[in-house]
């Protein structure tokens, strides 16, 4: 059933609206997703590719840094490639498993120094209430870092915590600094089901996917395996269940010629006895899979751009 226009335009304001959030996440989650995405069907975005993804992996721990090998490895068995979201402070701890990401050719894009409500770097202190400034330096500092140490320029970033800690006041800071793309917000808190778009200052935004069981919710592995949220713990039966529903998500992407944006946490794949299969599921030749940065070099369909 597509969800139409008026009503995914209404759906995108009620992100605090808890109520509405609990009735159609109990009620009809699937069909909600399903329904966005509905909206690209006939579209023929891709040339003779069915759908575009994108898997990410937020590097907020030394846990993750240290399983970043071994899923590197993995991704290069499979020949996909990746986009990395870089804490400066782990990228200058852990320099020999940061260095495998450019090695291996996938994307390093910032995610802060010090990724701040961070439990170990600094708790509390949410990256949406920090000043400007602040903001600023966090990007800079973490964008000096990976210059100077691995020679990138990165030109992305995610926002810590993003969910509800999201704001538009980042696009400024993101033009100050010379970069062309942010992938910090999600499905049903935009109108442009699931595809890039052209946000304020001309930054490009990747909303990433939410999940089918929780429309309203990143689909992540965090929320997936490691939340304690009654409402997450009751839908989610455990790594199998990760994987049915990232299945599911790749099936509606083929069928409606959607772009799916999938982020994982490093630290979480060894959980996942099927991360195989997934990478098995992205190397469908009917699938375009690309890094953010490759997605723009490609010319690939931006909401909303000049000319489009």
Sequence with gaps: MLVS???????????????????????MPKMLVRGIYEGNSGKSLWGDKKACVTLSFDCDFPE????????????????????????????????????????????????????????ILNPGRK??????????????????????????????????????LFSDDIYPLLKQTGYVYSSSTWLTNTTSRGLPFMGPENIVEFPLATCPLH???????????????????????????????????????????SYINIYMDPLDVKKIPGFERMLELLSDPELIVTTYEDYLAGGLPIVGARGA
């Design 127 to 164: 990256f949406r209430y920090i000043s400007a400034a602040e903001k600023l330096e966090e990007i800079e500092r973490c964008h000096e870092v990976c210059r100077r140490m691995f020679g990138v320029e990165m030109t992305g970033l995610r926002i810590p915590h993003f969910k509800h």
């Design 215 to 257: 429309p309203f919710t990143v689909f992540d592995t965090w929320h997936s395996l490691n939340a304690t949220r009654l409402s997450h713990r009751i839908m989610h039966r455990g790594p199998e269940a990760y994987l049915e529903l990232f299945e599911e998500l790749i099936a509606i992407g083929k069928r409606t010629g």
């Design 5 to 27: 226009d008026g009503l995914y335009k209404w759906i995108s304001t009620q992100n605090h609206n808890l109520p509405l959030i609990a009735l159609l996440t109990f009620g």
């Design 64 to 119: 993750d840094a240290e399983d970043m090998p071994s899923v590197i490895r993995m991704l290069e068995r499979y020949k996909v490639k990746a986009s990395f979201a870089a804490v400066g402070h782990w990228v200058e701890k852990y320099p020999n498993e940061y260095a495998m990401v450019k090695e291996y050719g996938h994307e390093l894009m910032n995610h802060t120094y010090s990724h701040p409500d961070n439990e």
